[in-house]
T-cell receptor, first 110, second 113 residues
Framework: DAGITQSPRHKVTETGTPVTLRCHQT?????MYWYRQDPGHGLRLIHY???????DKGEVSDGYSVSRSKTEDFLLTLESATSSQTSVYFC?????????FGPGTRLTVL | GQQLNQSPQSMFIQEGEDVSMNCTSS?????WLWYKQDPGEGPVLLIA?????ELTSNGRLTAQFGITRKDSFLNISASIPSDVGIYFC?????????????FGTGTRLKVLA
C-alpha cells in the first residue's frame, strides 16, 4: 500500500466553522490531489498540487483552499463549512501516471 | 465532469463464477488503472496497464489494455465473497503540467455465497 495517511478520519462540525483536513505521504511523490466523493457523483477533483507551493483548482473548488508547504503534506481547508460540504474526502498521490488513494475522511457538517 | 463508460453498472454473481467488466472511452489513454473500493474505505489500486494490448494479472484478477487504447477489461476468476465492492477504471491525462484522472462510473459487484 502507498504510504498515505489522512487525518482526521471522521469529523463532525457545525455550519460556519473552519475545518482543515490533512494528507500526509511518505512516498515523496510530486503530485497530490484532493477529491470529494458523493453518491451519484463519483470522485470529483477539488484541488491539486504539482509541487511545493504549486497548487491549482479542480472542478469543484468553490469554498475550499489548499496549501502545500512541504512535499509530504497537503492541507485542505474549508474556510466556513456548509452542509453541502458533507462528504467523504480522499487524498491521492502520483509521481507519474499512476495514482494512489488515502483512506478517506468522512466529514459531516450540521 | 468527464467520465469513462463502464459496464455492467452492477452484477450479482454466484461464488466461484468468473466476472468480466469493461471500460470504454472516446479518448485515447496511454495508461489504464483499475481500482477496487470497499465500503468506508479508499480506492485500492489493483492493476495498472501501460501498453496497448498488454495483459496483466494480479492473483485472480486479469486486466487488458485494449489495442485501440480506448478501452480496457477486467476479469475476476473464481469469485469469492470478499470480492464484493465497487470496481472502477481510471485513465490519466497529462494537461497543464500535471496528471488529471478520468474515472469510470463503477461496477458494483455482489457475490452470493
Amino acid at each position: 500500500d502507498a504510504g498515505i495517511t489522512q487525518s482526521p478520519r471522521h469529523k463532525v462540525t457545525e455550519t460556519g466553522t473552519p475545518v482543515t483536513l490533512r494528507c500526509h505521504q511518505t512516498e515523496n511523490h510530486r503530485y497530490m490531489y484532493w477529491y470529494r466523493q458523493d453518491p451519484g457523483h463519483g470522485l470529483r477533483l477539488i484541488h491539486y498540487s504539482y509541487g511545493v507551493k504549486d497548487t491549482d483548482k479542480g472542478e469543484v473548488s468553490d469554498g475550499y483552499s489548499v496549501s502545500r508547504s512541504k512535499t509530504e503534506d497537503f492541507l485542505l481547508t474549508l474556510e466556513s463549512a456548509t452542509s453541502s460540504q458533507t462528504s467523504v474526502y480522499f487524498c491521492a498521490i502520483s509521481e507519474a501516471d499512476t495514482q494512489y488513494f488515502g483512506p478517506g475522511t468522512r466529514l459531516t457538517v450540521l | 465532469g468527464q467520465q469513462l463508460n463502464q459496464s455492467p453498472q452492477s452484477m450479482f454473481i454466484q461464488e466461484g463464477e468468473d466476472v468480466s467488466m469493461n471500460c470504454t472511452s472516446s479518448s485515447i489513454f496511454n495508461t489504464w488503472l483499475w481500482y477496487k473500493q470497499d465500503p468506508g474505505e479508499g480506492p485500492v489500486l489493483l492493476i495498472a496497464l501501460y501498453k496497448a494490448g498488454e495483459l496483466t494479472s494480479n492473483g485472480r484478477l486479469t486486466a487488458q489494455f485494449g489495442i485501440t487504447r480506448k478501452d480496457s477489461f477486467l476479469n475476476i476468476s473464481a469469485s469469492i465473497p470478499s470480492d464484493v465492492g465497487i470496481y472502477f477504471c481510471a485513465g490519466p491525462l497529462f494537461t497543464s503540467g500535471t496528471y488529471k484522472y478520468i474515472f469510470g462510473t463503477g461496477t458494483r459487484l455482489k457475490v452470493l455465497a
